[in-house]
């Protein structure tokens, strides 16, 4: 990676991630360590753009209650300081994350993992926990293409999901999801600690162009669970899509989400098996495919 000194800060030591496009956020990382820039640019490839963005996002060296630390920034202004540098690259990635939901007005955002195959988007959304990522990591792996697993985007003139590829939160990855291979760029394991956070190419493909939305799956891991998967009907997929979109509120969210639920099938999801969990998702492509 060549040196790409910071623009915005104007000072010798800072360096400058590529133009990221997060949705409707544009951003560029800037850093006084080279290593966080070599990660960044790792995490967020599939989202690089060409040009110069708008927003910054900013951590570096500072002192925290008379010891060195990190801080974190947007724009100028001081989000977070830490002596401990994962808690400052942590609300780094919050932030970037948080701030693609805030740009995004005008789209219908739900919280939710989802991937696509043949050109068409399974999505599942749900709480923290619910096994979102997880699900959507085993299906990358099995072929499908990677959406996101944290903000599922729709057009509500289109129902086109828009494509989020930001790094995937495998947190402690189970054993049936195989082994995830990946170095980290020399230098950043102290800010990356043992999140478990990697850029979406070590699973697979990344989906980069707005697809329509072909079915959506609710899930719930529970530990030592048997896999069962059945139809929500409409009113129900409604209540509970609801409860898992940002911005409720705002007008013609509520009404998008009516006609999603009408025009897609919707599923709720039970399992403690991550592979017989997969195999009911791939079940629900295939019926997809045939509609």
Known sequence: ??????????????????????????????????????LIDELYAPSAVPGSAPSALMIGATTHRGEPGYFTALDG????RSTAPTVAFAHLLFEANQQAIEHSRGLVRLHSAAVAADGRVIAFPGPMGAG???????LVRRGLRYLTDEVVAIDPATAEVRPYAKPVS??????????????????????LGSAGVVPASVLGSSETTPRPLA???????AEGAPTHIEPVGAADALSQLAAHTFHLD?????????????????????????????DAVLNVVREAQVA
């Open 1 to 38: 990676m060549t040196d790409r000194r910071s623009d915005i800060l104007g000072a010798s030591g800072w360096f400058q991630s590529a133009r990221v496009q997060l949705l409707d956020f544009d951003v560029a990382i800037h850093s006084d360590h080279r290593a966080v820039i070599d």
């Open 77 to 80: 202004d001081v989000l977070v």
């Open 132 to 138: 979102k990522s997880t699900l959507a990591a085993a």
């Open 170 to 191: 495998l947190g402690v990855a189970p054993l049936a999801l195989g082994p995830v291979s990946w170095m980290p760029p020399i230098g950043s394991d102290r800010f």
């Open 215 to 221: 079915a959506i799956v609710m899930p719930r891991y």
């Open 250 to 278: 705002e007008p013609g969210t509520l009404a998008t989400l009516a006609r999603l639920v009408g025009d897609v099938p919707t599923f709720t999801l039970t399992s403690g098996d991550l592979e017989g969990a997969v």
